[in-house]
């Protein structure tokens, strides 16, 4: 095949890819003008310790998202402190209530949940939040087709940060969300190491945490339109 010649298929890529980046393009015009209704990212950070270096990471992921345009508007949701159990028949009065309100808002654009490496898994109150988010299951799938990023800190350079966004990503897809890394190289997600209690340091995983919230909130532009 000559140079300047494509075939079916490589025309159908190149349309579809042609059709994305219009749609970037486009969405991009629109959030950074401002124009069209606001849409919210939400940040969840499932640290049992307020304020720390979960928190702050996800901050970050919600700073990259705010960035994309003025469209977007975030929320961090710190669990730290808060009262959350896990999923039982009757459900629980606690913290959750006010928290599944906020997810239900229909201009949600998308979440970054953040949990600190426990063990190389998510940690209890990150698992117990998922699991209280089965009401946004039934009687619709509320959280379906919005992106979800997902924002890892360990205390160690290969804590486990990858599992947990796994863990984390396996189970959004049962909500229908749609799991986005972040831009490259944080392809997976955002990864971060902690050291004293602080992230400062860690320049490269505070940058995969903005590419997490940019990937999050540009997609979300996208498909919210
Ligand atoms: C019970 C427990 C288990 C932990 N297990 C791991 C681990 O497997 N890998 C790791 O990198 N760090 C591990 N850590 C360290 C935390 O992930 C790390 O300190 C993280 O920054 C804590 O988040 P926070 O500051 O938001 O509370 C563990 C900490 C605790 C308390």
């Not at 629980?92 to 654009?109: R, T, V």
Request: proline letters at 5%; aromatic letters at 4%.
């Amino acid at each position: 095949m000559k140079t300047g010649e494509c075939n079916r298929r490589d025309f159908v890529a190149l349309a579809g890819a042609g059709a994305i980046a219009a749609a970037a393009g486009s969405a991009g015009a629109t959030a950074a003008t401002g124009e069209g209704k606001a849409l919210r990212i939400v940040g969840i950070a499932c640290s049992p310790r307020k304020g720390m270096t979960t928190a702050r990471a996800v901050r970050a992921a919600l700073d990259g998202a705010a960035s994309v345009g003025a469209r977007i508007q975030t929320e961090l949701i710190d669990l730290g402190g808060m009262s959350i159990a896990g999923w039982s028949p009757e459900p629980p009065k606690d913290d959750m209530e006010a928290i599944l309100e906020k997810l239900k808002d229909p201009a949600l654009g998308g979440l970054i949940i953040g949990s600190p490496s426990y063990f190389r898994g998510i940690s209890s109150l990150c698992k117990a939040f998922i699991e209280r988010c089965s009401p946004l299951r039934e009687p619709t799938m509320v959280l379906a087709d919005k992106p979800v990023g997902v924002v890892a800190v360990g205390g160690f350079r290969n804590g486990g940060q990858e599992l947990v966004i796994e863990q984390v990503q396996a189970a959004m897809l049962c909500f229908g969300m749609v799991p986005v890394g972040g831009k490259a190289p944080a392809f997976q997600g955002a990864t971060l190491m902690s050291a004293k209690d602080e992230i400062a340091q860690d320049e490269l995983g505070l940058d995969t945490a903005k590419k997490v919230g940019i990937h999050v909130a540009e997609l979300a532009l996208r498909l919210m339109g």
